[in-house]
């Protein structure tokens, strides 16, 4: 299994950046993928981003490119996200997800607030 860790969430102004984080741990090497989904209350977890193992794929909805960075470290374990230009659409709770050979894992979310 694989255990997913967040932080970085908070409040922040419309127009701000902000830079959440995720280490991973457990069965690394079932891993193919890593990334990070948001959800509203009320509403169904949407995607965000994501990168593969090797950081060489990287895809993103198509409300964040341009504004949204993925990353990963595989020396430190970590997947990062870095938010840029932020809009009050983008408060939510953000998961970051694994893919895997297995049985995808997912965090345990942090919230993010964007607002004046």
């Known amino acids: 299994q694989v255990q997913l860790v967040e932080s970085g969430g908070g409040s922040v102004q419309p127009g701000g950046s902000l830079r959440l984080s995720c280490v991973f741990s457990g069965s690394i090497s079932t891993i193919y993928s890593l990334g990070w989904h948001r959800q509203v209350p009320g509403k169904q977890r949407d995607f965000v981003a994501r990168i593969s193992t090797n950081g060489r794929d990287i895809s993103y909805a198509t409300s964040v490119k341009g504004r949204f960075t993925i990353s990963r470290d595989n020396a430190e374990n970590m997947v990062y996200l870095q938010m840029d230009s932020v809009r009050p659409e983008d408060t939510a709770v953000y998961y970051c997800?694994?893919?895997?050979?297995?049985?995808?894992?997912w965090g345990q979310g942090t919230q993010v607030t964007v607002s004046s």
């Open positions: 997800k694994a893919w895997t050979i297995g049985r995808d894992a």
